[in-house]
């Protein structure tokens, strides 16, 4: 699967889970994994607005891509020290991907 497939596939879907809407993590899969999965549904238009509205409960938002700086942020927020153990890649994989698409 290219970087550009999945950016296709994966677009709208945090939306869709934040909102609670029907095909939103399984529109980033390139098939169902269990038979009683339905596969992407693209006809479901994101809920920009009430996925908006769900963020407003939400505390602390960190970014994967960021992960290090997102966790020393938690902290400076909540309070305590920012763990060696925290910052550890607890689940490294051995395929990086194409990133020449990425900014």
Known sequence: LSLTSYAARA???VTK?????????WCS????VRKD?????KSVVPN???AIARLD????IGIADRWN???????AKFGGPCLKRELENTRPGSHEGDRT???
Do not use: M, T, Y
Not at 17 to 24: D, F, K, P, V
Not at 57 to 60: E, R, V
């Open 29 to 32: 899969v390139a098939k169902p």
């Open 48 to 50: 920009v607005d009430k």
């Open 37 to 41: 999965r339905k596969p992407c549904d």
């Open 17 to 25: 889970q934040l909102a609670g809407q029907l095909n939103g993590r």
């Open 69 to 75: 700086l997102s966790i020393c942020l938690f902290h």
């Open 11 to 13: 677009e709208g879907v």
């Open 101 to 103: 698409l990425l900014p």
């Open 57 to 60: 409960g939400f505390a602390f």
